[in-house]
């Protein structure tokens, strides 16, 4: 059939027209009929394809706009994978919105294409799921309410026959870009090129590789995926509790800490070359399992650190038990009634227990020291007592919470005679030895692990330490160790940045002649002149309590110096205390210019500074080899002479003691100290053990402590009228000299 109409007039029939509506296509004006195109249905448009349309020889038949191949979907139709209800045939046509212009230029947007995908054909992954269901075996537990709030959703029971799904082709989003760029060599922009490929070079296989870099570990957010299936059921919940200690914990940062992967590290002989990559050696570090170094035999077993711990533990929880009672009065968890009728005045005190073992049985006890940040434990030197014996040194380290063992043991070759806990670091232990030397232990090693050691070309002594001190430097903010030994040498041993624990010297203490300030002496013998310089020895030292720079020595010939860290080779005051060695010094708690000193003269003596004359004086039966004020009561001073401990009260007497208490056995107490709380009370001797008393029966501590204290002093000075004086007079400068500054 030949059609002679224009080709123009029957394109523009065929082109010029749109229709909005789902159930309906586009109709062909006939040219020879002349009547205007009306809407007709799709099965009379289908039949219009069986016509062609010639002009002058040349088929001009348009093309369907629509491919009979695919069904044709509405744009808006959303994803009906999830849509139960069944669609009409007409809902599935095609809405035309888009204008004019764009259907004529052959444009239209995205192709949307239609199919029908049936759910047995559907393979799911179930491995893709972020939550497991729980069974719900367990009835105990109950049910764990919802996390977040969601609608109540039916659990789906069947799927549909068949699923309409609508695929739609995206717009191409560019995630990353990296074009090639070339740059002109000698351009400005080949040079900027250039520098940063030779920047690059530097940082990746030069030496700009060894920079300093730093690793941290961080929490990131956990990312929750989702996929269809558990949106389909959600998953059961239900309540469990989990209990993970602080061993537990420590186990296993500990098992991680001991694995170490499996590393590459650059060759050191080739590390700060700027070699190829290629030709850098490599090595690589072993890898450290615990399985393989963990000991088989119990012999192993028993000697790491982690046993021994473990033991540690068990000792104090069986100790625990055994010295309840006496635990409960050690700590104050029994009291006294204030108000009760009974109360005598009688000084009592009772044994709680004794540190003693048997590597330290009739060895004696020559120095203590207590951890200033854990007062529980006590550091012990065993050593000589007698210049004739002969023994070995041992340091234990005891536990008030376990009097039966000693936590940590050193032996040494050497007598050791004096030992001091560092206050900065709690965990070092100072020590000083018969020959000379001083060393640093670090207590949290049961085998003897030395942080310090002295050396012989700086620490020229060769003469027993008989004291080790601890003290903060307040320019530096660094403690150093202050050290007194039987030559006469104070000397300070510190650690700097190009040398390891140096000794500097700070004091050496020479023999006084001439009338001395302090006690009478009968006058000596006439001497002759000998071509010998004689320096005594520094039995015993303590810091000043207000005035950080200066310390107070007594020596061997009875004599007290008054020195300061600021001036070398010189004290800035002397006076005799004793007319044997000074045994012991020690200042009161509430009056801190009173000083209490003993010596080998059989005598206790009080004086106060600014007075050059003794205050008071306590005779004993034997040499008094130490004392200790009371913390919480001013006026009691205890005493260890010969086998005897006595209990001083100033405000009742002291022409003799308030209470003694002998020990048997041929034995010599060497130590005493009360207990920060006031109530206990440590006591040494020379068999090796370590009494822990308490002090009961005592008078009720006053108010005002120092009030008490200074009528006790007025008291003993009542026959003294010019110390009287003396003493009011420098009490009136102190209070002045206080509200001056």
Known sequence: ?????????????????????????????????????????????NKRLLYKVIFKGVDCTPDDITDPAYAILDEKLTNTAFDGKSRSRSEAAIKFTRSKSLIAMGGGGPKVIATTINLDDIEIDHTLNTEEGIDTDDGQLSLAPSAFYLPKMNPITSYPPEMLVTLKETETVFLISLPSLSCDKGSAEGQIVEADNTFYEFIT??????????????????????????????????NAMSFASMWDMHDTYAHLKMIQDQEEEDDEMVMYQSAAPYMLRKKRRKLLHPEKTRPKTFEAIGATPQYLDAVLLTERVLAS???????????????????????????????????????????????????????????????????????????????????RKPERLYNFEVPVTSVGFSEKHPNWLACGFFDGDVIILDITSYTPKIIAKSKRDTNPCFEP????????????????????????????????????????????????????????????????????????AVLCMIWHPTIDHCYLVGTDEGCIHRCSTHYLNQHIDVYRAHAGPVTDLCNSPFMNYLLASCGADNAIRLWIEGMDDVVMTLVCQSAVNGISFCPNNSTILLSTSGNTLSVWDLRRKIHMPCAEYQFPGNVTLTYIRFEKSGHNVYVGDTQGRLHTLYLSDTPIAPYNQKKLLDEAIRKALCTRPSMLKQLDKLLRFNARKVRGS
Request: proline content about 6%.
């Open 1 to 45: 059939m030949v059609i002679t109409e224009s080709a123009t007039s029957l394109r523009r029939a065929v082109c010029g027209s749109v229709s909005s509506s789902s159930e309906y296509v586009l109709g062909v004006e006939p040219a020879i009929s002349g009547k205007s195109v009306k809407l007709a249905p799709s099965v009379v448009t």
């Open 205 to 238: 296989v030069g030496k700009g590789k060894n920079r300093k870099m730093v690793n941290q570990e961080t929490q990131t957010n956990a990312k929750m995926t989702l996929t269809r299936h558990t949106i389909a059921t959600r998953p059961e919940k239900k």
């Open 321 to 403: 038990l055994e010295f309840t009672a006496a635990q409960k009065m050690f700590r104050g968890l029994v009291t006294v009634d204030p108000l009760s009728l009974d109360l005598v005045y009688i000084y009592t005190l009772t044994n709680l227990w004794t540190f003693e073992c048997e590597e330290t049985l009739n060895k004696p006890i020559i120095d203590i020291s207590f951890n200033a940040v854990c007062p529980n434990i006590c550091a012990i030197a065993h050593g000589k007592f007698g210049y004739a014996d002969v023994c070995k040194g041992i340091v234990c380290v005891w536990c008030t919470k376990n009097p």
């Open 465 to 536: 330490i008989w004291i080790v001190t601890w003290r903060i430097s307040p320019e530096r903010d660094s403690e150093y160790v202050m050290v007194a030994c039987q030559d006469g040498r104070i000397r300070r041993l510190q650690s700097t940045k190009t040398h390891e624990f140096i000794s500097t010297p700070m004091m050496r203490v020479s023999a006084v002649e001439g009338k001395l300030k302090g006690l009478e002496t009968t006058k000596p013998c006439p001497k002759h002149d000998v071509p010998i310089t004689r320096y005594p």
